[in-house]
Structures are given as structure tokens and as C-alpha cells.
């Protein structure tokens, strides 16, 4: 069998394509929330702050103004960018939050799909039991 043809059975089973699919949803919804991360909580914060867009909050390592924006701050130097930090920071808690709900509720679909466990019967025993039996049985009498 050739390699071509044995990648194309390791990509066409249904976990592959599964896991794609996962990926490719994950990583919209990656997007989304980093707009709202970025669009919706981090404004108001950022006005709590001081008023300045939070993910522009650094600290410069090279004498840089403080009231410059952090792009224009990183063209004259290094700084530190805790603001850009603190707000993919807050992505992934939000991310990791939203996938723990997802894995838990469908943790919870599961074992409710799955009927309890009632207790099977017991085989009916082989020709050679039952006829083992009999002859134990007649030996007695």
C-alpha cells in the first residue's frame, strides 16, 4: 500500500475530520472573543484607568514618553506592554471558561444518553453443565 494512499485512509476516518472541524470552529470563536474582549470589556476598563486604550498601557525601557501610543513607543525602543498582556490574559480565561462549560455539558449529555447499568442475567449454563448436573443429580438418588 502506498504512502499516499494510507494518508488518505488516516485523513478520511472520522476523528481526523472531527478534529478539524473542532479546530476550525475554535479558532472563529478565538476571534469572537477577542472582539469582545478587545471591543466591549477592555474600553471601560481602560476608562477606569486613566482613559487611554488599556492595551496601550506599558512601561518604556528606553526614556520613551509615557503618552505615546505603544506602537509609536516599541519604533523608539523596547517596553514592556502589560496592557496587550492583561487583555489576551483575559481572552484565555474567557476561552478556557467557555470550553470547560462546553466539555461539562457534554460530560452531562453523556450520562444521560447512557441508560442506567440493570443487571444482566445470567447466561443459560452449556449442554455440558446441564448434562454434568443431571448426571450428579441421578448419582444422588
Known sequence: MGMMQEFKEF?????????????IIGAAF????????????MPPIGML??????ANYYIPL??????????????LGA??????????LLNFIILAFVIFQMVRLVAKLRRAEAPAAAPAEPAPPSEDIVLLREIRDSLRK
Open 79 to 88: 517596553v514592556i506592554a502589560y496592557g496587550n498582556f492583561f487583555t489576551i
Open 62 to 75: 528606553n526614556g520613551q514618553a509615557h503618552n505615546l501610543a505603544l506602537a509609536e513607543a516599541k519604533k
Open 30 to 41: 478565538g476571534k469572537i472573543v477577542d472582539s469582545l474582549v478587545t471591543d466591549v470589556i
Open 49 to 54: 484607568l486613566g482613559g487611554l486604550d488599556f
Open 11 to 23: 485523513a478520511m476516518k472520522g476523528n481526523v475530520i472531527d478534529l478539524a472541524v473542532g479546530v
